[in-house]
């Protein structure tokens, strides 16, 4: 049984790795094109970053991104990559759940989906003041 | 100066914050804040949006390369999690009621307390008996030497478990992966030994940043145009990073960015003492 155990830690350990770095070379490239494309279209403007002035623009919902993305706007192709590099550590929480789920220990099951509605509530949770 | 030159120069600020984050164990993250403030005049909220894409950057790439070495204890960074995403969501709240010019002083402070712990010698031995609490909760593991498999037991792990909800905060407040408090967390509070502390809470920076990085992002605080450039460099530095480790002595490298880190706080904490954010 103690082996058995620990074969599928292993196992799990290797494949998250994967899911890491599959996330984060996506999220990279994405971030390389829409950037170069951003460039291309605003590389000889000023940058404009000395006062605040956060939420009004497309790319701070995912439904803007995806807009955005639908008419081939750099910011929004950029955000997906960012949204893919957030993506990257709450997917592995959720391949830990899977796993902790296969292991039947049903004390960090429960451990593992109290972190993952803390972050799905800061998520949805109306923290967008 | 205009963005592309604006967008060159950040690219190789992130991959020196990057490289010097992978190599020290900081994180890109304590490095970019200043960077943008001093150095570009950026406003600090977008610099806080930056940093945690930085972190979450240098947490999942360097955490393929530890992964395989199989010695983060899961378990533990899970329990754990519990208190810094809930930290960090409620930073991320309490980001709102706080002035700019304290989070930078915050910032500077915890910088200097970040340079103070990187230089401190940590425990390399494990515990023979753990407390009660840790049995229960089946935080003890072991990871591979070359002696053998090493077993190690840990305590105080409710003391732990308040440092991490502080750190979380932090993390949220200030954007940065806190990795200080998380290695004093698990380091002097729990006796984890260092080679299983230090993969752990890179594990964990990952996901306090993303908790806290949900909310930035709607908030506005996470530019693209500053976010493509900090990704790219730091990705690339942590992976240079990386590979630099297994060759190179880190022990004055690190004693000259405490030095140069402890100087940028000091800006920071009189910059904001002045206002000047």
Redesign the interface.
Known sequence: MEKNKKVT??DM??L???V??Y??LT??II??I??IW??IQ??????N?????????G???LTGIIKGLAAGS???I??L???I??????L??VF?LFSFILEK?R??VV??L??LL??I???F?G??? | MNILLFTLVLLLGAYLAGLAGSLTGLGGGVVIIPLLTLGFHVDIRYAIGAALVASIATSSGSASAYVKEGITNVRLGMFLEIATTAGAVMGAILAIYTPVNLVAILFGVMLIFSAAMTLRKKHEDALQEGSKLSYKLKLNGSYPTKEGEVSYKLKNIGGGFSIMTIAGVLSGLLGIGSGALKVLAMDTAMRVPFRVSTTTSNFMVGVTAAASAVVYLQRGYIDPGIAFPVIIGVLAGAFTGSKLLMRINVKSLKVIFSIAITLIAINMIYNGINHKF
Do not use: N
Request: glycine share 14%; charged share 15%; proline share 4%.
């Open positions: 830690d292993y350990e290797q998250i790795g994967q890491l770095r996330g984060v999220s990279g971030a390389i829409g950037g951003y460039l605003s590389g000889s403007g000023i940058p970053y000395t006062s605040f002035s956060g939420e009004p623009a790319y701070t919902s750099a910011k929004e950029i955000q990559g960012v949204v590099l957030i993506a990257t550590p709450i592995r929480i830990s220990d004390l960090y451990i593992t109290i972190v803390i972050i509530f800061s998520m949770g923290l967008k003041v």
